[in-house]
Every structure is written in C-alpha cells, then in structure tokens.
C-alpha cells in the first residue's frame, strides 16, 4: 500500500519554471523506481522523466537539460524541477512508483501560457 500525493502544478510563462512534488506515504525508494509522466489533451501519457531506485535518471529528449528529477529520502518525496518552460509542455503530470505493485498519483495541471 503505496498513496502518493502531488503539489506544485500551475500557471506559468514561458521560459519560467515549476517544481512539482510527489510525497510517498512510506518509505518506498530502496525497491521502487519513481517516474514522472504527462498527459496533454488528445495525447497518450507518455514517460517524462524516471529514477531508478539505485538513483540512475533518465529523461526523454524534449525535456533534457531543462528538468531534473530527483528525491529527497528524508521526505519521501520526488521532485521534478522544470525550467525554460514551452507551451509543449503543457500537460496534466502524473507521478508513478513502480515496483511490487504499481501506484499513480492524482495528477497535477501544468499550463505554460502567456
């Protein structure tokens, strides 16, 4: 039993920047890989950004050298941090952990518009 709870989504200008967080209800990074993903209108959800649980990062091409995921263990909580945002990535976001069992968060609006 895994609850994963989103904040940080919003407003924001191009070229401007959101951190967005997802709070873990226990303790889950040593056996869970924790993976950003997003889902514009009329698109499939697609991955954004992943860490494994040995803390290796990916992220797909659009969003390299602008967002950074990381966790912070004290917290039980991952963060992803955007910069240089673009209209594209407009989208609702979605945390994910995957391990034994796979959990979603809620999902959380992030609009880049000026």
């Known amino acids: 039993q895994v609850q994963l709870v989103e904040s940080g989504g919003g407003l924001v200008q191009p070229g401007g920047s959101l951190r967005l967080s997802c709070a873990a209800s226990r303790n889950i990074f040593s056996s869970y890989a924790m993976g950003w993903y997003r889902q514009a209108p009329g698109k499939q959800r697609d991955l954004v950004a992943r860490l494994s649980s040995g803390g290796s990062a990916h992220y797909v091409d659009s969003v390299k050298d602008r967002f950074t995921i990381s966790r912070d263990n004290a917290k039980n909580t991952v963060y992803l941090q955007m910069n240089s945002l673009k209209p594209e990535d407009t989208a609702v976001y979605y945390c994910?952990?995957?391990?034994?069992?796979?959990?979603w968060g809620q999902g959380t609006q992030v609009t880049v518009s000026s």
């Open positions: 994910k952990a995957e391990g034994p069992y796979d959990y």
